[in-house]
């Protein structure tokens, strides 16, 4: 009988060290231990992990090309399907897609796909290789708003079939959520972001910052004056939710989105940086999900006490277990069937506090998760200077309403059928902007899926009398 080789763990950062700073939590793997995991694929012949992968990247031939050592082989055969396998292999909720999938873990663990993405696409950086060839141009122009994963995975695949193509991002850096959202400790950003954008420049992507598209230039524009033949939105879902309880505009109260933007973007934990950030002695961040984490994490690595302040329990926490794992490492503290009520005044238009209240788990709602329910006379307050509110996000409504005939729904997110073609002809969309806050790589597979939409339609227009 074979013997059955352990998932090989991958090495990282020390849980009491990595508080106190902003280095990669992972390490990844190295060769040995790479063909050591790559050796547990059993090379399924219906392989169920491609079909999970919203990009459908090949991935038991690149496994296989691993454990012959053939790294350079293995990152040709992933850039086929995906433009940002480094930051993949970094962010991706594999447990839930490729190896929530892999027939190894219905009797035990899965194969490490994302570990070995990660190490592959790593080798490649290091050894400076890249897979992008320029097509031979088509003579057409298409336009992407947004730079996140969405508009640089719709890009790249325009460019490989010979589109012009250029992006507008309305910040002064491109990546999207990769570059102002995900910190630095889980996704370093030029070690790895800015290198795999750098190869979507590389297919001859033309990206252009600091352009807010419903402000500077229109959709209308885009498509009237300047000759686009179609436009791909991918503008995210950036604008944060509130609670709307009192004393939620005195100063102390910051988005989760805007505290992570302000570290991530503006470098405020970089001393050589002068933008800096209010973090105070005692942190409550309010919410479950992986955006609460990282902004708990990073106030952890600024320097202040954090806790996590969340309605439902530990079982109906949204954030990866993973990031849960090490938000406790790292000494945040948990604070569940817990909700604010109030924030209070210090009688200096500061925060001193939050008064919660104690839930207990009612019915599954519509979600299929155990509503919370208070229990009434619980009340209690908790000391904090900062409460950073991390509820979820929705999109922008900028670019909806200043796009005639641009069809929203209730959500705020714009309508897209199957292959991303909205309510006006030649505009797609796609990722968080049509499916409100999701993930990297459901971005990145409405964004190639947009891609050959668009490569259809523009032909249809050539196909016209
Ligand atoms: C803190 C945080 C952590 C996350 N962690 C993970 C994770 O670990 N794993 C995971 O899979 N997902 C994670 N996500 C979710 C993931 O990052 C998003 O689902 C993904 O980035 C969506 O991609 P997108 O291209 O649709 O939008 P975005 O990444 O939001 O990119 C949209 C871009 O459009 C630009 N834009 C917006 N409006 C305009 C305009 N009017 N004109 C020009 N440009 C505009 C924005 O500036 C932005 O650069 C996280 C999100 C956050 C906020
Ligand atoms: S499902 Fe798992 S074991 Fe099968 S090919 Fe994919 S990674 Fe390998």
Same mark, same amino acid.
């Given at each position: 009988?074979? !013997? ?7 090495? +990282? ?37 491609? +079909? ?20 350079? +082989? ?9 433009? %940002? ?85 309305? %910040? ?53 004056? +300047?000759?686009?033949?179609? !436009?791909? =939105? ?25 505290? %992570? ?82 924030? %209070? ?11 919660? =209240? ?68 030649? !505009? ?38």
């Amino acid at each position: 009988m074979a !013997v059955k080789i352990p998932r090989t763990p991958a090495r +990282e950062q020390d849980p009491a060290a990595r508080a106190t700073n902003f280095d990669e939590v992972c390490y990844g793997y190295n060769s040995e231990e790479a063909m050591l995991e790559a050796s547990r694929c059993i090379q399924c012949k219906k392989p169920r992990c491609i +079909e999970a992968c919203p990009v459908s990247v090949k991935i038991p031939q690149f496994i296989h090309e691993v454990l012959g050592g053939r790294f350079a +082989e293995a990152a040709r055969l992933i850039a086929q399907d995906s433009s %940002l396998p480094a930051v993949c292999g970094r962010v991706c909720p594999q447990e839930t897609q490729c190896e929530g999938a892999c027939l190894l873990g219905v009797k035990g663990e899965p194969v490490n796909i994302g570990k070995l993405e990660r190490f592959v696409a790593d080798q490649s950086m290091s050894s400076n290789l890249t897979f992008a060839e320029k097509a031979a141009p088509n003579g057409r122009r298409v336009a992407i708003v947004g730079s996140g994963p969405a508009g640089l995975a719709c890009a790249t695949d325009l460019a490989k079939m010979g589109y012009s193509v250029k992006i507008f991002e309305a %910040l002064h850096k491109a990546g999207g959520v990769l570059e102002y959202g995900i910190p630095e400790f889980r996704l370093p950003k030029e070690r790895v972001v800015k290198r795999e954008i750098d190869n979507v420049r590389r297919l001859g992507v033309e990206i252009e910052t600091d352009v807010v598209v419903g402000r500077t230039v229109t959709i209308d524009s885009l498509m009237e004056d +300047e000759k686009f033949s179609a !436009v791909f =939105i991918g503008s995210g879902a950036g604008l944060p939710k509130f609670m709307g309880i009192p004393g939620e505009n005195l100063n102390g109260v910051v988005s989760a989105n805007e505290f %992570l933007t302000r570290a991530n973007l503006m470098k405020a934990y970089d001393s050589r940086y002068d933008t800096p950030i209010y973090v105070g002695r005692r942190v409550a961040v309010v919410g479950g999900g992986n955006v609460a984490m990282d902004a708990a994490r990073t106030a952890k690595r600024l320097g202040a006490d954090v806790c996590i302040v969340y309605r439902r329990s530990e079982k109906e926490l949204p954030a990866r277990v993973e990031e849960v794992h090490h938000a406790k490492e790292e000494g945040i503290a948990f604070h569940m069937l817990t909700n604010p009520v109030a924030i %209070l005044d210090a009688d200096s238009g500061w925060v001193r506090g939050l008064r919660c =209240i104690r839930m207990e788990l009612g019915d599954p709602d519509a979600s299929g998760r155990r509503s919370p329910v208070e229990i009434c006379g619980s009340e209690f307050d908790m000391e904090a200077d900062v409460v950073i509110m991390s509820l979820g996000t929705s999109p922008n409504p900028l670019i909806s309403s200043t796009t005639p005939g641009l069809e929203r729904n209730k959500r705020g997110c714009l309508v897209a059928n199957d292959v991303g073609a909205t309510s006006r002809p030649g !505009v797609f969309a796609g990722g968080d902007a049509v499916t409100g806050a999701a993930t990297v790589i459901l971005a990145m597979g409405a964004g190639r899926t947009a891609a050959k939409a668009i490569d259809e339609y523009v032909r249809s227009l050539n196909a016209c009398p």
